[in-house]
């Protein structure tokens, strides 16, 4: 009797720790939570930063780091998705229990994805989103991979199919050194010096003019940013 009073008793603490968590991978390691997800149908255009699952570190806001989970991150719901190790099971994890988490692309490029709490132009209250680190030394310059939804119609066989078509709108925040936050949507020589503080134009300016940089990509962003370190 007294085993079979231990066996109930494990079992529902079981069922209490599930409750709490869907980490079913481990016991040993610190759990993520979440709920269950559904991939969106009925649009067009990626809503994933990476197509294929990546195989990335969780840094949680407890400290611990989770290992080598199969992660995908939402750019349409700016939510990281978590592939259940031997299961089917996709979850979207709660956003409020992490700090960083790295992933690879579909080109091989790593990026680095910190959450952080802001108000971006666009957003009417501040709230917590993940922005991608470009990089990070005396300027800090991050990226929130917002999206642009809008409807559009295919017609296939005579039948109107109504979707929603996904825009890549990225938003740039740069964080001056003296912590200065400025923030602009386009990359040009125009819009940075529109955004810039005036005594960081110069510096800006100068860089470009004496490494004669066009400043057109993101990648010629960061070059810029880096040079005036």
């Not at 925040?173 to 005036?198: C, G, H, N």
């Not at 400043?215 to 010629?220: L, N, Q, S």
Request: hydrophobic share 45%.
């Amino acid at each position: 009797m007294k085993k079979l009073f231990l066996y109930i008793l494990f079992l529902g603490f079981g069922s209490a720790a599930q409750a709490q968590s869907v980490n079913l991978d481990s016991i040993f390691e610190p759990k993520l939570r979440g709920r269950i997800y559904q991939a969106k149908t009925g649009i067009e255009g990626n809503q994933f930063y990476n197509n294929e699952w990546s195989v990335s570190d969780i840094r949680l806001v407890s400290g611990e780091t989770v290992f080598k989970k199969q992660l995908k991150y939402n750019v349409l719901l700016d939510e990281v998705i978590w592939l259940q190790a031997g299961t089917y099971n996709q979850v979207k994890l709660e956003k409020q229990f992490i700090n960083e988490f790295s992933l690879e692309n579909e080109k091989g490029e790593i990026g680095w994805f910190r959450r952080i709490h802001t108000k971006l132009p666009s957003m009417v209250d501040s709230a917590d989103i993940f922005v991608q680190v470009l990089s990070e030394k005396a300027f800090a310059l991050c990226v929130f991979r917002a999206v642009r939804v809008e409807g559009a119609v295919h017609n296939v066989n005579g039948v109107d199919l109504y979707i929603d078509k996904i825009t890549p709108e990225p938003q740039y925040i740069l964080v001056l050194p003296d912590r200065q936050t400025i923030f602009f949507k386009r990359i040009s020589k125009r819009a940075l010096a529109k955004a810039l503080p005036e005594k960081y134009k110069s510096v800006f300016k100068e860089a470009i003019q004496l490494n004669r940089l066009s400043v057109r990509t993101e990648a010629d962003l960061i070059k810029l940013v880096r040079l005036v370190e």
